[in-house]
Structures are given as structure tokens and as C-alpha cells.
T-cell receptor, first 111, second 114 residues
Framework: GQQVMQIPQYQHVQEGEDFTTYCNSS?????IQWYKQRPGGHPVFLIQ?????EVKKQKRLTFQFGEAKKNSSLHITATQTTDVGTYFC???????????FGTGTQLKVEL | NAGVTQTPKFQVLKTGQSMTLQCAQD?????MYWYRQDPGMGLRLIYY???????DKGEVPNGYNVSRLNKREFSLRLESAAPSQTSVYFC?????????????FGPGTRLTVL
């Protein structure tokens, strides 16, 4: 089945530093979604990308879909303590019926 | 709207015991899902129901059964719990024909099997 590798697994940053997580696939993806899970919480949808080279922004968050549609990234500018959590990429499979999740990147932000 | 609700929030079982995790959504979504989340493993799909009346296996279905009771409710049953089933279980729902096909998750059930 469709597999996506996510790196890094963990990232510690000082507040105000930037953060990037990457999602890679060996096959071409039709789409990619990003979710955030706060500690002790449940995943919450952030965004979906479907077009080659697509870039979307949400305040300090920038999401990119690679030109070949085999990779994606999430970049956070000037991290804040509210950014703490685990960020997952996910791909729609099974004819759009189900999601396959990456293993996630856990972000910790220190003051 | 409550979104996706799950009961119970916490459960401790002994090996061999059975239990049913309940999930309900009030967003009129067609599709519902059960995931388990283990440290460092991300979310793995156990079973899903693309529409009322259908269920399909996901990545890790062994040891579980599901019932799509109606459009709102999707339950997960452990017939004979094992320590390997200690995990956090999330239910989710989505409408694949609307919006970005995003999934909405419940708060989770934290299950420990001794």
C-alpha cells in the first residue's frame, strides 16, 4: 500500500526559531493532507494540497507540494509555544475512502 | 454540534476480556474510521466504513470487529483483549464528496490491557 516517510521524528527548537518537517513518497501522490495533534489530544486537519508545486499559507505555516508530487513540507516561521505537538502528513488512498498517515514529527518548543 | 464523540475515555481490561468502543458523529458524514495510535507508530487504520452498510479492513484489523449500526454510529469490538492491543483508539468521520475530504477525529479512548 501507499507509504509515506516523514522526517525528522523529533525536533526541539528555541521559541522564535523556524521549523520544517518533510514527507516523502516513492510514488506519485494524488494529494496530501497535514494534521496537527497537541499532546494528549486528537489529530486536527490543517490543509490539503493537490496540485504540483502548490504552496499554501496559514499565518506562520507554509505548506508545499513538490513539483513531482512525491514530497511535501510544512514550514513554521518563528515558532511559538502554541506550535508544540506532532505534525502528520497523510495521503488519501483506496479511491479516496481512507487515509494513510506518516509517522509524524514531534515538535517541542523551549522558551 | 458535538462533532465526533467516543466512549469510554479510559478503560483497563484484563487479558481475554471483551469490550466495545462506541463512536458517534452528528455531521451527517458517510465515512467513518477506527485508528489505533502507538508511540512512534503514527495512526494505523483498523477498519473503515465508506458508507452506511459497508465495512472494510484497514492496515491492522486482526483481533477487532466493527459494526456500522447506522449512519451516525460505528463501534469497534475487541472479542478477547491482548496486551498488544494497549493503545489509544481514535474514531474519525469524513464526507469524501465535500470540502477537502478532511477527517474529523474524536477525543480518543485510552485502553490498557493487563
Amino acid at each position: 500500500g501507499q507509504q509515506v516517510m516523514q522526517i525528522p521524528q523529533y525536533q526541539h527548537v528555541q521559541e522564535g526559531e523556524d521549523f520544517t518537517t518533510y514527507c516523502n513518497s516513492s510514488t506519485t501522490l494524488s494529494n496530501i493532507q497535514w494534521y496537527k495533534q497537541r499532546p494528549g489530544g486528537h489529530p486536527v486537519f490543517l490543509i490539503q494540497l493537490v496540485k504540483s508545486g502548490e504552496v499554501k499559507k496559514q499565518k506562520r505555516l507554509t505548506f508545499q507540494f513538490g513539483e513531482a508530487k512525491k514530497n511535501s513540507s510544512l514550514h513554521i516561521t518563528a515558532t511559538q509555544t502554541t506550535d508544540v505537538g506532532t505534525y502528520f502528513c497523510a495521503v488519501l488512498t483506496g479511491g479516496g475512502n481512507k487515509l494513510t498517515f506518516g509517522t509524524g514529527t514531534q515538535l517541542k518548543v523551549e522558551l | 454540534n458535538a462533532g465526533v464523540t467516543q466512549t469510554p475515555k479510559f478503560q483497563v481490561l484484563k487479558t481475554g476480556q471483551s469490550m466495545t468502543l462506541q463512536c458517534a458523529q452528528d455531521m451527517n458524514h458517510n465515512s467513518m474510521y477506527w485508528y489505533r495510535q502507538d508511540p512512534g507508530m503514527g495512526l494505523r487504520l483498523i477498519y473503515y466504513s465508506a458508507s452506511e452498510g459497508t465495512t472494510d479492513k484497514g492496515e491492522v484489523p486482526n483481533g477487532y470487529n466493527v459494526s456500522r449500526l447506522n449512519k451516525r454510529e460505528f463501534s469497534l469490538r475487541l472479542e478477547s483483549a491482548a496486551p498488544s492491543q494497549t493503545s489509544v483508539y481514535f474514531c474519525a468521520s469524513s464526507d469524501r464528496w465535500a470540502g477537502d475530504h478532511e477527517q474529523f477525529f474524536g477525543p480518543g479512548t485510552r485502553l490498557t490491557v493487563l
